[in-house]
């Protein structure tokens, strides 16, 4: 089980994180909601390493993740929200470094990183340079990335962005069956119809504070609003989108 436990982030004494909180058991897949700003990005920083909370634990199987944070990275599996990767790269020798990187032995290396690029559609271009694949297609490789080493932990950060209808499909399915396999995931994202079909329980963060932490049936039921968005509207205090839109409207004709 991953427990983040009353997590504090100050950035000049600003509280970005206030006391938040959360369980993820295996087999489970949390949904992490909140409008830009409210802290989702820096909690996935702080669990990925590139941050140091300001207070708070995080724990993972009874031992503390801080105490020896690169046995805890040997064991996740990240996919950014921004695809941070090297250009002048094939996707074969960018999955190639990652697998060595991971003490993936070579032979085994070799095979899993043709099986991803095969399965995510990339064996065509497995030999062009990254600089030349689409936002779509570095998406896949970053995912591919992520999974290379059979991670305990994986960590999705907006993870469907760029892809198009078909791996978008196939990418919801694969969360399924991590979840099935027993894997511990947190699920970043800003689109709420997917965070309502694979999610166990969702988490909404509203500057920096969680005001929700429930299954989705059961915040729909407490709050008797019929979708998550409805939900996610009324308790991170999103102003009415068609409201939004007629000024937006209001502004051009200005």
Known sequence: ?????????????????????????????????????????TTVKILTGLLEP??????YDGASIPADFVAFKRITGYVPEEAHLYPHLTGREYLQLVGRL?????????????????LFGLEDS????????????????????ALLHDPEVLIFDEPFSGLDVTAAQVFKSLLRRLAAE??????SSHVLEVVEKVCSR?????????????????????????????????LAQQEDSDTVAANIIEAMRG
Do not use: C, T, W
């Not at 509280?15 to 409008?35: H, M, R, T």
């Not at 497995?126 to 990335?145: D, E, F, N, P, T």
């Not at 039921?221 to 979708?227: A, H, Q, T």
């Open 102 to 118: 991971r003490g993936i032995p070579r032979g085994r290396l070799e095979e899993k990183a043709d099986a991803f690029l095969r």
């Open 126 to 145: 497995r030999h062009g340079l990254i600089a030349s694949y689409s936002k779509g297609m570095r998406q896949k490789v970053l995912i591919s990335a």
């Open 54 to 59: 300001s207070e708070g634990s995080l724990v």
């Open 202 to 234: 969702v988490v909404i963060l509203r500057k920096g504070k969680v005001v929700a932490h429930d299954s989705v049936e059961r915040l729909r039921d407490l709050m008797s609003l019929p979708s998550l968005e409805d939900v996610f509207s009324q």
């Open 1 to 41: 089980m991953l427990a983040v436990k009353g997590l504090v982030k100050r950035f000049r004494g600003i509280p970005a994180l206030d006391g938040v909180s959360f369980e993820i058991g295996k087999g489970e897949i949390l949904g992490y909601l909140g409008p830009n700003g409210s802290g989702k990005s």
């Open 182 to 187: 027993g894997k511990v995931i947190l699920y």
